[in-house]
Nanobody, 124 residues
Framework: QVQLVESGGGLVQAGASLRLSCAAS????????MGWFRQAPGKEREFLAS????????YYADSVRDRYTISFDNAKNTLYMQMNNLKPEDTAVYYC?????????????????WGQGTQVTVSS
């Protein structure tokens, strides 16, 4: 089992930055693939970014490619998402996820482990 705990969300104004953290514990070697998703009210969960820990390969959704950066600190077993130039449409609950599958994983169905989510609200 892998436990994931997110933090770093909050209320910010448009144009601001936030850094989300996702601390992983338990059988972290099972988290070969890690990713970030978000879900806005009334919408489906949206893929944001994926990292293949073995190779360091990264893939971003077009909607955040130029503004978000995913990274992983091996010493801290923590996944990060740096979010810059936030927009009101970025408002959502943000989730980190982990999978025992290797590679870039864009589908939420490929992830076995999920954090509890952290709210990000961007005001205009």
């Amino acid at each position: 089992q892998v436990q994931l705990v997110e933090s770093g969300g909050g209320l910010v104004q448009a144009g601001a930055s936030l850094r989300l953290s996702c601390a992983a514990s338990g059988r972290t070697l099972s988290s070969a693939g890690m990713g970030w998703f978000r879900q806005a009210p009334g919408k489906e969960r949206e893929f944001l970014a994926s990292m293949a820990r073995g190779t360091g390969s990264i893939y971003y959704a077009d909607s955040v490619r130029d503004r978000y950066t995913i990274s992983f600190d091996n010493a801290k077993n923590t996944l990060y998402m740096q979010m810059n130039n936030l927009k009101p449409e970025d408002t959502a609950v943000y989730y980190c996820a982990a999978s025992s599958e290797w590679g870039i994983l864009r589908s939420s169905s490929l992830y076995e482990y999920w954090g509890q989510g952290t709210q990000v609200t961007v005001s205009s």
